[in-house]
C-alpha cells in the first residue's frame, strides 16, 4: 500500500510507551532535505497506521513528515481488539505520542490529523488540554464521528447495558463494508487487510458516545485552528455532526468542506486528489507566521 523505496522519503518504525506501559506501533515517513511541517495522523475504529498511503504520498513530496501510530487494540499495537479501559487511555496514548514527536522533531509546526473515530480522540484532547494544544498548529477532522453514526440501536442499546457488568463483551460494529469508499479497487484492498478488524467491546462503546457528548458540549471552548472535511453521502459517520460541532465552535479560524457524493474514507476515495489539496492548500495557509485568519 505504501511504497517505502522511493528515494527521496525515508522510513521509520518504533513503538513509545502507552497507558498503562503498553508498547505502542508507530510508523513515519521523512521527506529529503528541510521539514516544512509534520502531520501526525490518528486512525478510526477497526483501522491502523497503514491506510493513510494516498496522505503521505501527496505531502512528501511538499516538505511534510507524517506520522501515525496504531491505536491500542489496533493494528500492530497490542491490546483487546476494539477495547478501553476509559476513553482517557486513548487522549493519554496521543499525548505521549505528541510528546514522542516533539522530541524527534523539536523545531518543526505540527498538525494533528483525526479520522472518524480518531477525530473524536483528537477534538477531546485539544479540548482536555487547551495550554499544550496551542502549541499544535492546527488541527483536522476527516469524517469526524461525531454526530449519528451508522451502528444500529439494537448494538448500542446492547453496548449500553453490558458495558459495566461485562465491558469487554465484543460485538462485530455491523458497519456497511462498502460504505468505506466508492473505490472498488480500495474496498478490495480493504477486504484482504490482516490488521483491519471490525470489533468493539461494551465499554468502548459507551466510553465513545460519553466523550461525543462531552466533546460537542465543550465545542465553545475551542481554540485552535480547525479543519473539518466530511463525504457528503458518508453513511458511517453522518456529515451533520462535524457542521453543528463548527457552528458551536466560537474560534473564527474554522473551515469545514462537504464533498456531495463522498464517502466514509475520504483519503482512499474517488476525490482523494481533491480533499488532499484542500488539505495542503490549508496546512500551507497554517505556516505563515503572518497568518491571522
Known amino acids: 500500500m505504501i511504497n517505502h523505496s522511493d528515494r527521496v522519503m525515508s522510513y521509520q518504525e518504533g513503538t513509545f510507551k502507552g497507558v498503562g506501559g ?17 502531520l501526525a495522523i490518528i486512525h478510526g475504529l477497526g483501522a491502523h497506521s497503514g491506510r493513510y498511503g494516498n496522505v503521505i504520498q501527496h505531502l512528501i513530496p511538499k516538505q511534510y513528515a507524517v506520522y501515525a501510530l496504531d491505536l491500542r487494540g489496533h493494528g500492530r499495537s497490542p491490546g483487546q481488539r476494539g477495547y478501553i479501559n476509559s476513553w482517557a487511555d486513548f487522549r493519554e496514548d496521543l499525548r505521549a505520542f505528541l510528546e ?7 523545531q518543526s509546526p505540527i498538525f494533528v490529523l483525526g479520522h472518524s473515530l480518531g477525530a473524536v480522540i483528537v477534538l477531546d484532547y485539544v479540548l482536555r488540554y487547551p495550554q499544550e494544544a496551542s502549541k499544535l498548529h492546527g488541527a483536522i477532522a476527516l469524517a469526524p464521528a461525531i454526530g449519528k453514526v451508522g451502528v444500529s440501536k439494537f448494538r448500542l442499546l446492547v453496548g449500553k447495558l453490558l458495558s459495566r457488568v461485562w465491558p469487554r463483551f465484543t460485538l462485530n460494529t455491523g458497519i456497511d463494508f462498502t460504505a468505506a469508499s466508492r473505490d472498488e479497487k480500495v474496498l478490495a484492498a480493504y477486504a484482504q487487510d490482516t490488521l483491519r478488524h471490525t470489533l468493539a467491546t461494551a465499554r468502548l462503546a459507551t466510553e465513545f458516545f460519553s466523550t461525543v457528548d462531552w466533546v460537542n458540549a465543550h465545542a465553545a471552548d475551542w481554540q485552535l485552528p480547525l479543519l473539518i472535511l466530511h463525504g457528503g ?21 474554522k473551515s469545514i468542506v462537504k ?35
Open 22 to 38: 503498553l508498547d505502542l506501533y508507530y510508523q513515519s515517513w521523512h521527506p529529503e532535505g528541510k521539514l516544512k511541517g509534520i
Open 100 to 106: 514522542l514527536i516533539k522530541t524527534q522533531q523539536p
Open 233 to 253: 453521502a458518508d453513511r458511517v459517520a453522518l456529515p451533520e455532526g462535524g457542521e453543528i460541532f463548527c457552528q458551536r465552535v466560537s474560534g473564527v479560524d
Open 259 to 293: 464533498y456531495p457524493e463522498a464517502y466514509h474514507e475520504l483519503q482512499n476515495d474517488l476525490n482523494y486528489q481533491e480533499v488532499l489539496t484542500d488539505l495542503e492548500d490549508w496546512l500551507e495557509r497554517h505556516l505563515q507566521p503572518d497568518n491571522s485568519n
